[in-house]
């Protein structure tokens, strides 16, 4: 895995639409990676929304907003982000669960694992 170059996608794309009840996605990737792109495109101003997300190998762990003095299990994607991270291993044969949620409204974002920056 390299993660000095740009980001290249290792399988398809994901749209997840958010919503205020945890949605979940189970996503393969062509190739072995464990990098992710999350890009919220939701415009900043009038109804721009953040997005919740949680990568796991598990189908039972789910995202957490954190509230006020309450960590929660999420990567926050604010609005008009994209953003790589890292998270645990896919493959063609071995999925993550993404599960992801959404303070109001139903915001779309996208996922795409890969590796690079």
């Not at 290792?10 to 792109?37: E, R």
């Not at 890009?39 to 997300?53: C, R, W």
């Not at 994209?82 to 915001?107: E, L, R």
């Amino acid at each position: 895995m390299a993660n000095n170059i740009a980001f290249q996608p290792m399988g398809q794309t994901y749209k997840l639409n958010a919503a205020t009840t945890i949605q979940q996605i189970t996503l393969y990737s062509d190739s072995p990676s464990n990098q992710y792109m999350l890009v919220n495109h939701e415009t900043p101003g009038g109804s721009s929304l953040a997005v919740y997300v949680r990568i796991s190998t598990s189908a039972t762990s789910n995202v957490a907003r954190p509230t006020n003095g309450s960590p929660g299990f999420a990567v926050v994607v604010p609005p008009d982000t994209a953003m790589v991270v890292t998270g645990p291993q896919v493959t063609n044969t071995a999925p993550v669960y993404v599960t992801f949620i959404s303070d109001s409204g139903a915001p779309a974002a996208y996922i795409t694992a890969g590796e690079g920056l």
